[in-house]
């Protein structure tokens, strides 16, 4: 098993590139751009699907054919919804940064006759999870009651400091239907001051895989299988954009259950 969590290999281009070879696994790939004004940043899909996500700031944007113009209008990603556009399997994508811009790019195998779709903010409605220090609060970008891709799963969530996140620890990598899906997950993981860091433990129950790793400002985090908690420290804000995928486009978790008590306190 590779090292689960992903350093940024520097603060211009891609600085970020998770394919499922490097992953050690079958399904999803994550790659993280950061681009001055008038740079551009672009792929073909190939017999992937991607989701492109404007984490910060603005470009232009085209998919095959087609020009969706400029997108992007948040300049952090502690500062409302994005803007995302989905581009299926066969086509070409292209993104021309007119601000400085922060560009992830969320793949997994495609399939079926999507058509590429642009994903403003408000498309799927925010949500609040937890109480008491376990709040936290949801940007849906592709959910899965949203039908319009073959494998992607994308959302991004905002942890306020001293609190925790994906708690009670759950886990989702059995193809046990309707109880538990089989999905892989990448966590792309922003601070707020970005000086800051957090937490997080990826683990199986029979503590096979157990990793307990320190948080910065840009890290990825891998989590193949097993629960994987975050925690983000005292005075600094975690934002996180997770991306999962697996045989099934479903997601179905397992609570772990000496901690499931935490629901009902």
Not at 69 to 77: D, K, V
Not at 78 to 90: C, K, N, S, T, V
Not at 180 to 185: A, F, I, K, Q, Y
Not at 232 to 245: F, I, K, S, W
Request: hydrophobic residues 30%; glycine residues 10%.
């Amino acid at each position: 098993m590779p090292n689960l969590k992903v350093k940024p290999s520097g603060t211009h281009g891609r600085v970020t590139h998770v394919t499922p070879e490097s992953a050690g696994w079958t399904y999803v790939g994550f790659d993280m751009y950061r681009l001055k004004p008038g740079e551009t940043a672009s792929g073909e899909t190939g017999e992937r699907e991607v989701c492109l996500v404007w984490v910060s700031g603005k470009g232009k944007a085209s998919a095959g054919t087609r020009d969706f113009g400029t997108l992007g209008e948040r300049m952090s990603p502690f500062d409302g919804a994005p803007h995302a556009l989905y581009i299926p399997m066969e086509s070409t994508w292209s993104v021309t940064a007119e601000t400085d811009l922060e560009l992830a790019v969320c793949s997994a195998p495609g399939g079926g006759t999507y058509e590429a779709k642009a994903i403003p903010p408000g498309t799927h409605p925010p949500l609040t999870r937890g109480k008491g220090t376990n709040v936290r609060y949801v940007n849906n970008i592709m959910p899965e009651d949203d039908s319009s891709a073959h494998s992607l799963l994308v959302v991004e969530v905002i942890t306020p400091g001293g609190h925790t996140s994906s708690y009670p620890p759950h886990k989702h990598d059995q193809d046990n239907l309707p109880h538990e899906s089989m999905l892989e997950e990448t966590y792309y993981h922003r601070l707020n001051p970005p000086q800051g860091f957090g937490f997080q433990r990826v683990y199986t129950d029979d503590r096979s895989l157990d990793q307990a790793m320190a948080i910065e400002d840009g890290d990825v985090t891998l989590v193949p299988r097993g629960y994987h908690p975050c925690a983000a420290t005292h005075g600094y804000d975690l934002y996180y954009l997770n991306v999962m995928a697996g045989p099934k486009r479903v997601w179905k978790f397992y609570n772990a259950p000496e901690h499931e008590w935490l629901l009902k306190a």
